[in-house]
């Protein structure tokens, strides 16, 4: 499943256009992704936070950084997405910040590891 994931992100990568640089989405990009109406971009969303989610854990995993942010198995798509969103939303002055900065901050508020 993490395979067909992570070619479908490269495959949807590459179909958004926009120029090649350090950080691809602002926090701004990925927040108009995760309320639009628009099937393929909430689509988009949800698996942008799925990934990194997913990195975190090949990180932790590799042994390269300790765990930051710890999201109970429990947690659905949809509610990271409306994690993401409220945070958003709450923090306007950064939208223009990485998007993958952005979730890692939403992430880390709403699941900290204890």
Sequence with gaps: ????????????????????????????????????????????????????????????GWGGMPKRFCIPERVNLNQLKEIYIKHANGNPQELH??????VINAFLKAFPCK
């Design 1 to 60: 499943m993490k395979r067909f994931l992570l070619a479908f992100i490269v495959i949807a990568a590459m179909s958004v256009s926009g120029p090649a640089n350090a950080g691809y989405f602002s926090a701004g990009k990925i927040l108009s992704l995760c309320v639009s109406e628009k099937g393929f971009e909430t689509a988009y969303c949800n698996i942008y936070l799925a990934s990194i989610s997913d990195a975190q854990d090949m990180f932790v």
């Design 97 to 102: 910040l990485t998007a993958a900065s952005m």
